[in-house]
T-cell receptor, first 114, second 110 residues
Framework: DADVTQTPRNRITKTGKRIMLECSQTKGHDRMYWYRQDPGLGLRLIYYSFDVKDINKGEISDGYSVSRQAQAKFSLSLESAIPNQTALYFC?????????????FGEGSRLTVL | QKEVEQNSGPLSVPEGAIASLNCTYSDRVSQSFFWYRQYSGKSPELIMSIYSNGDKEDGRFTAQLNKASQYVSLLIRDSQPSDSATYLCAVISGYQKVTFGTGTKLQVIP
């Protein structure tokens, strides 16, 4: 089983719908991240969390919200999806150590908003 | 100015040659730097980290850091077709957030 699991792996939805992407991890890491990846734009940080009570906005948080339900779970929500939120979304985890740039990624969730 | 900048490529090198990938960053207080490899359709994976000025070698990979010039590079010696992937530079900046560049696509031609 994957250490970082994302669900769903693929989702097609319509404009205005609420969507939740879920991430769970068995690595025991404190830090969790949500990134989106678009062609030519690389990985852009949406939100990140250092523990259940510490959630921070990334560079593109508008239109998104997150919930850290437990150390192992970090969900990303799109309250009212729009077509330019069509992207590949990655969840990642990291240890609370000096090597905080060592991230472990899930397999990605491909979201299409029509 | 983007926090982390990379040439998108593609960078094409013949098999057996040295591939040189470059990255610049804007935050002078950044202390930690990373290279990730991402195969097409897959998630990124860490291949190198570097924290001090100079070179760090790991097998066929060498990371180079020059903080004065705000420049990080990755050299891949004896490039193999299996090295064909997108290479992402990442920097820890601000409140311990990990910021990625747009990635450089490397193609190793047999």
């Amino acid at each position: 089983d994957a250490d970082v699991t994302q669900t769903p792996r693929n989702r097609i939805t319509k404009t205005g719908k609420r969507i939740m992407l879920e991430c769970s991890q068995t690595k025991g890491h404190d830090r969790m991240y949500w990134y989106r990846q678009d062609p030519g734009l690389g990985l852009r940080l949406i939100y990140y969390s250092f523990d259940v009570k510490d959630i921070n906005k990334g560079e593109i948080s508008d239109g998104y919200s997150v919930s850290r339900q437990a150390q192992a779970k970090f969900s990303l929500s799109l309250e009212s999806a729009i077509p330019n939120q069509t992207a590949l979304y990655f969840c990642a985890t990291g240890r609370q150590t000096q090597n905080t740039g060592e991230l472990f990624f899930g397999e990605g969730s491909r979201l299409t908003v029509l | 100015q983007k926090e982390v900048e990379q040439n998108s490529g593609p960078l094409s090198v013949p098999e057996g040659a040295i591939a040189s990938l470059n990255c610049t960053y804007s935050d002078r207080v950044s202390q930690s730097f990373f290279w990730y490899r991402q195969y097409s359709g897959k998630s990124p994976e860490l291949i190198m980290s570097i924290y001090s000025n100079g070179d760090k070698e790991d097998g066929r990979f060498t990371a180079q850091l020059n903080k004065a010039s705000q420049y990080v590079s990755l050299l891949i010696r004896d490039s193999q077709p299996s090295d064909s992937a997108t290479y992402l530079c990442a920097v820890i900046s601000g409140y311990q957030k990990v910021t990625f560049g747009t990635g450089t696509k490397l193609q190793v031609i047999p």
